[in-house]
């Protein structure tokens, strides 16, 4: 079983994605670490994050290994992921790394911004976060904050908000909702709240296929 999990940044669906493929004892990929693996690797070598072949080279050098980097998480390198997201050739390099990834048994959960829609279309199951962009500005501040990292709620949900724009309106694998994704808001609920209404979304789907 494939489940496809997608949404815009602070939205849940990282940790949703984890408890999800506890749950159901299948693999999780944060698809979004891949893309911050790249911008980290750029930087740690001293080039600029506006080569689209530059960084494409990064992508192709990718080494899971360095997936479990926790610098990965910070807020510079997501803001660098976004950047380099965006170029047709780093996205390219990636994805046949996503389907691998999913193909292998017994399935895997992937949390993103395209899964549903461009990496794995033909998912089972399909789930599409959404949140309040002042809800989502909360939960990351919260967590830079634990991070000790020094952050304003205000930038954060600037930053938010800007990220949004962009993912949305890239012209190559745009945020959006597949046809057949369920919506999932998350706004009000916590983080086990929002898992048992995915697991339910889950079930749903796989009674309907039988």
Do not use: W
Not at 15 to 21: E, F, M, P, S
Not at 84 to 103: C, E, K, Y
Not at 120 to 134: G, L, S
């Amino acid at each position: 079983m494939i489940i496809a999990i997608d949404g815009p940044a602070a939205s849940g669906k990282g940790t949703l994605g984890k408890r999800l493929a506890a749950h159901y004892g299948l693999r999780h990929l944060d698809t979004g670490l891949i893309y911050r693996a790249v911008a980290k690797a750029l930087i740690d070598a001293g080039q600029p994050l506006d080569r689209e072949d530059e960084a494409a080279a990064a992508a192709r050098r990718l080494d899971p290994a360095q997936l479990d980097d926790p610098l990965l998480k910070t807020d510079t390198i997501g803001r660098a992921a976004s950047q380099i997201s965006v170029f047709p050739a780093v996205r390219a390099a990636l994805v046949a790394f996503q389907r691998d990834f999913a193909r292998q048994p017994p399935g895997a959960v992937l949390d993103g911004r395209d899964i549903g829609t461009v990496i794995c279309p033909d998912a089972e199951v399909k789930i599409f976060v959404i949140a309040d962009p002042r809800v989502r500005a909360q939960r990351r501040y919260r967590e830079l904050v634990a991070r000790g990292e020094a952050a304003d709620e205000g930038a954060v949900l600037a930053d938010i908000e800007a990220r949004d724009a962009r993912d949305r309106n890239r012209t190559l694998a745009p945020l959006k909702p597949a046809p057949d994704a369920h919506a999932l808001d998350t706004s009000a609920l916590d983080i086990d709240a929002a898992v048992a209404a995915a697991i339910a979304i889950v079930e749903r789907r796989r009674a309907a296929a039988h």
